[in-house]
């Protein structure tokens, strides 16, 4: 059964330094991975996806994702955190080989907060 | 554009109350879903739709109903409320099967 794990419940950051958001994935074949951000009190906002291509996928806001399909992660990344950057991410996962059906959908990971102190 | 747009967005309810929750998208999108939010748990699919007139059960479909009649609405019904129905539900759409989801603000429930 295809499956999302972000082993992390929360990170912690100082504003300007390098942040990463650990995101692995359990999924026969090659899966379409997603990154999604929640703001306190709003739904969830597309970051960015990886399909296939370079491994490393640039998104919103600054933020990138690479591809390990050798490890089965992928990590979300930012160069320099902003206390903005302060919210819930959740990493997700599908499996391409399923259209339509429950085995298409979206699996999404239990969210990691992330805090970005000044 | 509005996008995702749900009502209400907050309710209480007693237990064995019902209610249906009303999700509204204007991106003509084929695909819409419901997802449930529980502390620790991440967001699980409740039922989703392909299309106007079809629906289908998710992860968790038990003690809820759904309902697709027009492409731009997709309805969840809850029709014996109960407390282990307390959560945060949030509508999805996506035009693609494997495209990005975009949700809505979420809906409140609380059940006495």
């Known amino acids: 059964a295809q499956s999302v794990a972000q082993p992390e419940d929360q990170v912690n950051v100082a504003e300007g330094n390098p942040l990463t958001v650990k995101c692995t994935y359990s999924?026969?074949?090659?899966?379409?991975l997603f990154w999604y951000v929640q703001y306190p009190n709003r739904g969830l906002q597309f970051l960015l996806k990886y399909i296939t291509g370079d491994n490393l996928v640039k998104g919103s806001y600054g933020f990138e994702a690479e591809f390990n399909k050798s490890q089965t992660s992928f990590h979300l990344k930012k160069p320099s955190a902003l206390v903005s950057d302060s919210a819930l991410y959740f990493c997700a996962v599908r499996d391409p080989r399923s259209y339509g059906g429950s085995q298409g959908n979206l699996i999404f990971g239990k969210g990691t907060k992330l805090s970005v102190k000044p | 554009n509005a996008g995702v747009t749900q009502t209400p967005k907050f309710r209480v309810l007693k237990t064995g109350q019902s209610m249906t929750l009303l999700c509204a998208q204007d991106m003509n999108h084929e695909y819409m879903y419901w997802y449930r939010q529980d502390p620790g748990m991440g967001l699980r699919l409740i039922h989703y739709s392909v299309g106007e007139g079809t629906t289908a059960k998710g992860e968790v479909p038990d003690g809820y109903n759904v309902s697709r009649l027009k492409k731009q609405n997709f309805l969840l019904g809850l029709e014996s409320a109960a407390p282990s129905q307390t959560s945060v539900y949030f509508c999805?759409?996506?035009?693609?099967?494997?495209?990005?989801?975009?949700f809505g603000e979420g809906s409140r429930l609380t059940v006495l």
């Open positions: 999924v026969s074949g090659n899966p379409y």
């Open positions: 999805a759409s996506s035009y693609f099967s494997t495209g990005e989801l975009f």
